[in-house]
């Protein structure tokens, strides 16, 4: 005969079950916070939700039992926004970083889990501190870690409202961290209203109003600003573009069999444009190396330009003697005339781990049983502009120093710059969303610094961003092409560009405060 099941075998059995129908009424709030994160990042058009994405994680933050708990489940929601939101880092690891299939996820989730850290910090605090006087302390939090965190990849929660331009026109004050701000108040402010304790509920209607103003007034400010901007970019003056787009494939590229079909592509598309005053080529688009004190380009190099215009091309340079101790390489970006003499040059300041150096190289090669490891390029000295004739200072960002605010804006400030241009290579992320990715996280610099930014890429995306922050004209992924335009050449500074991000030091001594009176403003943890 079968065994009898005992009663206590079924009630540990049940007891078991609703843990684990427990876990998932935690988790799954956590997991559609994720993806409501993630998705306006995706496909744009949804940028609505990011309005209410934070809404389930608020709501399993507050009904865990312990701050551990609150911890792991903001974590749960950040590693799953990553996860979709960075989906394609698993193409660029399997097809240009050579993982097979199986460790190409392993490497996309392992950065996910790394990068959602800040995420999993802010449910932490936010379970430690409480939502606070109208429901604003996670906005604090939120804008506080937001800065503070370092990650490879910027990004920023307010990036999922970049198609909603009157709202983010405020970036030139506070950069971007104001909407993340009003973003993260008014998920804890819905949160409130619908689904918190009663005693959070009492006091909404005027702390919704207290937010309505706010963002009343910010609005008003993008209307307004947005008239400004059109008249002065009017009233400003213009120089012509054409941005040269080879669409080299990356499998080709520094591959000496190439090298001279690479190079034709470009000297080919520049002639098609006669009358351009401003040439542009993308990152390494030259692929010999260039000695870095070179004065005068091999003619050969020269494309045909037109008498008086220029041009800015990337590529890689070096300084000392080439396979020696003391030699040193740089990503950087040159400035020509029409007769191929070197007017300026400009090295990359923000190199990626891992892909332009090796963190703790000189360390690691005093190993024992270690091979020599090379350190890879080297840091330029600060920013550097390349100046045309009639007063127009180009600050050149190589790869995704444009998605670093304060970087665009120290060209601005400290150089005087008046144009922006990126040059990059975009061609490891493939046919996906990142490139448009990267131009809308780039779209921010024109808006803080109301500067036009030009954007030259290798596959896309190559296009023009005027300082309203609106895209216009963009090339075809993939496929070469000659981008040409008038840009405006904007002067004076804006508020951003002068005190920086005073706003988010702003958010974090009210963070530090927080934390600090944290105990006291909140009932103890459950």
């Known amino acids: 005969m079968p065994d009898e099941i005992s009663e206590t075998d079924l009630t540990t059995a049940s007891r078991d079950q609703g843990r684990v129908r427990g876990l998932l009424l935690l988790f799954s709030p956590a997991a559609l916070s994720g993806a409501l994160v993630a998705l306006p990042f995706l496909y744009p058009g949804l ?5 209410i994405s934070l809404v389930p994680l608020l ?22 926004a990553l996860t979709l939101g960075f989906y394609w880092i698993e193409h660029t690891a399997r097809v240009f970083g050579g993982f097979p299939h199986g460790l190409s996820e392993i490497v996309l989730l392992l950065f996910a889990i790394l990068a959602s850290l800040p995420i999993a910090l802010f449910g932490l605090l936010v379970r430690l501190c ?17 800065f503070l965190f370092p990650q490879l990849f910027p990004w920023h929660l307010a990036n999922s409202q970049s198609q909603w331009l009157v709202l983010i026109q405020s970036a030139d004050l506070v950069g971007l961290y104001g909407v993340s701000f009003l973003l993260v108040w008014f998920n804890a402010l819905v949160y409130a209203a619908l689904l918190s304790p009663e005693r959070s509920r009492r006091n909404f209607i005027p702390n919704a109003a207290v937010l309505v103003v706010v963002l009343t007034g910010n609005m008003l400010y993008g209307h307004v600003r947005l008239k400004n901007v059109a008249a002065e970019m009017s009233a400003a003056r213009a120089v012509d573009v054409a941005v040269i787009q080879g669409s080299i494939d990356i499998k080709h590229k520094w591959n000496v069999s190439y090298l001279e079909s690479n190079l034709k592509s470009y000297l080919d598309l520049t002639r098609k444009v006669p009358s351009a005053s401003l040439y542009l080529w993308p990152e390494s688009a030259v692929e010999a190396w260039v000695p870095e004190d070179m004065e005068r380009l091999p003619a050969e190099i020269v494309p045909t330009l037109p008498s008086g215009s220029s041009l800015i091309f990337g590529a890689r340079s070096f300084i000392g003697k080439p396979d020696s101790p003391d030699m040193k390489a740089f990503n950087s970006a040159f400035l020509i005339d029409s007769e191929g003499q070197v007017y300026g040059r400009y090295h990359k300041q923000v190199l990626l781990a891992f892909g332009e150096y090796i963190p703790f190289a000189p360390i690691l090669s005093k190993v024992p049983g270690m091979p020599p490891v090379g350190e890879g390029f080297s840091r ?61 996280l780039a779209q921010w610099r024109a808006i803080e610094t109301r500067r036009s930014l030009v954007r030259v890429t290798n596959t896309g995306l190559t296009t023009v961003i005027n300082p309203k922050g609106e895209m216009l004209d963009t090339l075809p992924l993939f496929a070469p092409g000659v981008l040409t335009a008038k840009v405006e050449i904007m002067e004076g500074e804006t508020l951003y560009v002068r005190y920086g991000d005073w706003f988010a030091w702003i958010m974090v001594a009210g963070s530090i405060l927080i934390l600090w009176r944290g105990r006291r403003l909140r009932a103890p943890a459950r």
């Open 380 to 440: 330029g000295a600060g920013p550097v502009t390349l100046d045309l004739p009639g007063g127009i200072k180009v600050a050149p960002l190589i790869c995704y120093e444009d998605i670093m605010p304060e970087l665009a804006r120290r060209f601005v400030k400290e150089k005087g710059a008046n144009l922006l241009v990126n040059l990059t290579n975009d061609a490891w992320f493939g046919d996906t969303v990142a490139p448009w990715l990267h131009a809308r």
């Open 59 to 80: 709501w399993g933050i507050e009904r865990v039992r312990t701050r551990l708990r609150a911890f792991l489940l903001a974590w749960l929601a950040g590693a799953v």
């Open 47 to 51: 940028f609505p939700l990011t309005w």
């Open 130 to 146: 409480g939502l606070g006087p109208l429901q604003v302390f996670p906005a604090l939090l939120w804008v506080a870690i937001e």
